[in-house]
């Protein structure tokens, strides 16, 4: 019998309460709870065989992976190799990577790029095939990209043939709440068995059970007050598997790109790391360049160095922003590379085939996650974890630019191919969600105010450069909020916002104690207090206390 065609034991759900006559168990072989390239790549992936369900908190395009410009790495060219590659990644990763984890995505990294050419991404090529171009971190020309929007071409490749695939069942305006688990059931089983799921056009939430179930949720960067990321990015993922019991690694270590648009009518627009890979340089306004007083590789370091690098100019001096200079390069060059920055800038009155661009960190990634295996397993059963929510080992104190989508090919197909070897499962009785005991929200500003005040406490006490104090200060802020939203959440029907700020706070917290477990200095962590880095890379886990039975 095929994967497709197994029949799962849904009986009538268990009512608890009094529930709305809408209210259904939708069921699925496979639940995708994110529609990024980690999400959209497995359900394709697994569409032959499987009926998918797919979530997305907005449309099918709204997702950090369609905001990546520069491109994806791999070792596609005859003067590279896989060790240099590898080398490369631990390097920047100060060596807290997973070695095996690190050769794993490394090795597989032609084939996820020769699949996706496959499907129609269509990379920028040049007279001897596809071009590839150098980031900061980087010993060669091992980026393949599509001119500098990259995300937005895989992702609009893969999303025509999502939308067009009968076996993928599209939920569009949809968030997930949480996670059903043995806890949930009463049984204490370290099993998913699905998700609660809010639609947010008209409010009904629904509960879909699948044998197995994907987090492809993408970061937390709008925990930060400045970011690069979508508005999607609020850590969803990482809180709810928290939650569901699994381990949570290395959360501390949160990547601030260095060069996020400084310019008031620019919300969260990224310069590509490919701009300086190209021979752009970082000067001051009077013109000076200051990268090679902090890192021999200058412009080319790898972004922690010179998030901090910037940091420390713009405190140093007062500064509101420094400059990225690439208009030595010519126009053709520039309009030829850089199409989309191009034209963004100018339409802010920039013109960056004559000025350099005004330009500030902004938090970009986020490193740590979910621990998962080579097979994109969690701790719990039934329940896999692929892309930026992970903490597979790839990217250990700093991510190397480019690594992240070929990251979320390699191990969304690793968690297809454990899903399709896997035997039979007939799933319990699963509850139906309960709002018997709740009311509508009477004070919906809490919400947008506990949002802006979280935002703006994290910038400011756990951003680029952190102290014990701090990072306290932070916690105990954290701990405020905390007691406050689930009051909220106990009391009141959930709502899209309402679910994105637990999630948010809840992934602030794991971002809090990490840092404060971690006594050095390493990577994308750098304490005041703890100025130097440890002889021995350890990670940071916390464990959610599971309750007594």
Same mark, same amino acid.
């Given at each position: 019998?095929?994967?497709?065609?197994?029949?799962?034991?849904?009986?009538?759900?268990?009512?608890?309460?009094?529930?709305?006559?809408?209210?259904?168990?939708?069921?699925?072989?496979? *639940?995708?709870?994110?529609?990024?390239?980690?999400?959209?790549?497995?359900?394709?992936? *697994?569409?032959?065989?499987?009926?998918?369900?797919?979530?997305?908190?907005?449309?099918?395009?709204?997702?950090?992976? #369609?905001?990546?410009?520069?491109?994806?790495?791999?070792?596609?060219?005859?003067?590279?190799?896989?060790?240099?590659?590898?080398?490369?990644?631990?390097?920047?990763?100060?060596?807290?990577?997973?070695?095996?984890?690190?050769?794993?995505?490394?090795?597989?990294?032609?084939?996820?790029?020769?699949?996706?050419?496959?499907?129609?991404?269509?990379?920028?090529?040049?007279?001897?095939?596809?071009?590839?171009?150098?980031?900061?971190?980087?010993?060669?020309?091992?980026?393949?990209?599509?001119?500098?929007?990259?995300?937005?071409?895989?992702?609009?490749?893969?999303?025509?043939?999502?939308?067009?695939?009968?076996?993928?069942? =599209? *939920?569009?305006?949809?968030?997930?709440?949480?996670?059903?688990?043995?806890?949930?059931?009463?049984?204490?089983?370290?099993?998913?068995?699905?998700?609660?799921?809010?639609?947010?056009?008209?409010?009904? =939430?629904?509960?879909?059970?699948?044998?197995?179930?994907?987090?492809?949720?993408?970061?937390?960067?709008?925990?930060?007050?400045?970011?690069?990321?979508?508005?999607?990015?609020?850590?969803?993922?990482?809180?709810?598997?928290? @939650?569901?019991?699994? @381990?949570?690694?290395?959360?501390?270590?949160?990547?601030?790109?260095?060069?996020?648009?400084?310019?008031?009518?620019?919300?969260?627009?990224?310069?590509?790391?490919?701009?300086?890979?190209?021979?752009?340089?970082?000067?001051?306004?009077? #013109?000076?360049?200051?990268?090679?007083?902090?890192?021999?590789?200058?412009?080319?370091?790898?972004?922690?160095?010179?998030?901090?690098?910037?940091?420390?100019?713009?405190?140093?001096?007062?500064?509101?922003?420094?400059?990225?200079?690439?208009?030595?390069?010519?126009?053709?060059?520039?309009?030829?590379?850089?199409?989309?920055?191009?034209?963004?800038?100018?339409?802010?009155?920039?013109?960056?085939?004559?000025?350099?661009?005004?330009?500030?960190?902004?938090?970009?990634?986020?490193?740590?996650?979910?621990?998962?295996?080579?097979?994109?397993?969690?701790?719990?059963?039934?329940?896999?974890?692929?892309?930026?929510?992970?903490?597979?080992?790839?990217?250990?104190?700093?991510?190397?630019?480019?690594?992240?989508?070929?990251?979320?090919?390699?191990?969304?197909?690793?968690?297809?191919?454990?899903?399709?070897?896997?035997?039979?499962?007939?799933?319990?009785?699963?509850?139906?969600?309960?709002?018997?005991?709740?009311?509508?929200?009477?004070?919906?500003?809490?919400?947008?105010?506990?949002?802006?005040?979280?935002?703006?406490?994290?910038?400011?006490?756990?951003?680029?450069?952190?102290?014990?104090?701090?990072?306290?200060?932070?916690?105990?802020?954290? &701990?405020?909020?905390?007691?406050?939203?689930?009051?909220?959440?106990?009391?009141?029907?959930?709502?899209?916002?309402?679910?994105?700020?637990?999630?948010?706070?809840?992934?602030?917290?794991?971002?809090?104690?990490? &840092?404060?477990?971690?006594?050095?200095?390493?990577?994308?962590?750098?304490?005041?207090?703890?100025?130097?880095? &440890?002889?021995?890379?350890?990670?940071?886990?916390?464990?959610?206390?599971?309750?007594?039975?």
């Amino acid at each position: 019998m095929t994967f497709c065609n197994r029949i799962y034991g849904f009986a009538r759900a268990i009512f608890v309460g009094k529930l709305s006559s809408e209210n259904s168990v939708q069921k699925f072989d496979v *639940l995708i709870i994110g529609s990024g390239l980690a999400g959209q790549s497995a359900a394709l992936r *697994l569409a032959s065989q499987c009926k998918v369900a797919l979530v997305s908190k907005r449309g099918l395009e709204d997702s950090a992976s #369609g905001w990546a410009q520069g491109g994806i790495a791999a070792v596609l060219d005859s003067s590279d190799s896989i060790e240099a590659h590898i080398h490369d990644t631990l390097v920047a990763g100060a060596w807290l990577n997973d070695e095996k984890a690190t050769r794993f995505v490394v090795e597989n990294g032609r084939r996820a790029i020769e699949w996706l050419i496959e499907q129609g991404v269509p990379f920028t090529k040049d007279d001897i095939g596809y071009h590839l171009t150098r980031e900061g971190g980087h010993s060669a020309r091992r980026v393949i990209h599509v001119a500098d929007a990259t995300g937005s071409a895989v992702q609009d490749t893969l999303t025509r043939k999502v939308r067009a695939n009968p076996n993928i069942t =599209v *939920l569009e305006d949809h968030i997930a709440i949480d996670l059903i688990t043995g806890d949930k059931l009463g049984t204490g089983e370290m099993r998913c068995f699905g998700a609660y799921i809010l639609n947010t056009q008209d409010g009904e =939430v629904v509960t879909i059970g699948a044998a197995n179930t994907l987090l492809a949720t993408g970061g937390a960067g709008k925990v930060y007050l400045y970011t690069t990321n979508p508005d999607t990015s609020t850590g969803d993922g990482i809180a709810m598997a928290y @939650r569901a019991g699994c @381990r949570v690694s290395n959360m501390e270590f949160i990547q601030f790109h260095p060069t996020c648009l400084y310019h008031p009518q620019a919300k969260s627009f990224l310069i590509s790391e490919a701009v300086r890979g190209e021979g752009g340089i970082l000067r001051l306004q009077d #013109g000076t360049r200051f990268m090679p007083e902090h890192d021999d590789r200058a412009e080319l370091a790898p972004r922690d160095i010179v998030a901090r690098a910037i940091d420390f100019e713009m405190k140093k001096r007062g500064l509101d922003c420094v400059f990225l200079d690439i208009s030595h390069k010519g126009e053709a060059f520039i309009r030829n590379h850089f199409p989309n920055i191009y034209a963004r800038c100018l339409e802010l009155g920039i013109d960056i085939t004559q000025a350099p661009i005004p330009v500030v960190p902004a938090a970009h990634y986020t490193c740590g996650g979910v621990v998962s295996d080579l097979n994109g397993r969690t701790d719990v059963a039934g329940l896999y974890v692929a892309g930026e929510a992970s903490c597979t080992g790839l990217h250990g104190a700093n991510r190397l630019a480019s690594n992240s989508l070929l990251e979320c090919l390699v191990f969304a197909e690793a968690a297809v191919n454990d899903i399709l070897a896997k035997k039979n499962l007939t799933l319990p009785l699963l509850p139906l969600w309960d709002e018997s005991r709740v009311t509508d929200a009477d004070e919906e500003v809490v919400i947008s105010h506990n949002w802006d005040e979280l935002r703006r406490f994290m910038w400011d006490y756990v951003g680029i450069v952190r102290t014990t104090k701090r990072l306290m200060r932070a916690g105990h802020r954290i &701990a405020l909020l905390k007691r406050e939203i689930d009051e909220f959440y106990a009391n009141f029907r959930v709502s899209h916002d309402l679910i994105e700020l637990r999630n948010l706070v809840a992934t602030a917290d794991l971002i809090v104690r990490c &840092a404060m477990q971690r006594k050095e200095s390493r990577g994308l962590h750098f304490s005041r207090d703890y100025p130097e880095t &440890a002889n021995k890379a350890k990670n940071t886990v916390l464990r959610r206390r599971r309750p007594a039975r």
